[in-house]
């Protein structure tokens, strides 16, 4: 089984609609959890960190539920510049492992 | 401005040859990653440095090597025993501390085989 799973979708949503993506991990021992944008063929950059009293950056907000294991990120008034492939991670202590979901693909159509 | 570096942006392999991807940082994290990237699949670990002159296989090490000399340093050899190496390569540091493990990515090299 693996660590992280994610729908890899593709999510094709209108301009200013709202989208949310899951993410469920399985390893019960995962301590920090972070959700990361990628742009085709750039580097992952960090979104947010994502904690079990939810937390908000503006359109984006993040959520953990732990007896569940899984982590949401909710996006409203989806924007253009909101396209991306959006990767979840998941961090046990033991050995320092960063364990990554394969990402799910948005695109925002005008 | 700190950073991670990598070069080059692209890489042309040709097959029996070792290719090295360089990785700098001047972050002064402790922890360096080199992962790889293929279509689909996410991203796998290939090898992990929490210190220097120390380094672990991660799951997918087979054809790969790594040497952490140096704290901002930890370049990735693609050696001739990795049968299918194209892919996108991500190097990233992070303080390698409990509670403070944000990951940074550098810009990642594309290696294609000729």
Known sequence: RKEVEQDPGPFNVPEGATVAFNCTYSNSASQSFFWYRQDCRKEPKLLMSVYSSGNEDGRFTAQLNRASQYISLLIRDSKLSDSATYLCVVIVYTGNQFYFGTGTSLTVIP | DGGITQSPKYLFRK?????????????NHDAMYWY?????QGLRLIYYSQIVNDFQKGDIAEGYSVSREKKESFPLTVTSAQKNPTAFYLCASSIGTAGNEKLFFGSGTQLSVL
């Open chain 2, 15 to 27: 097959e029996g040859q070792n290719v090295t991807l360089s990785c700098e940082q001047n972050l």
């Open chain 2, 36 to 40: 790889r990237q293929d279509p689909g």
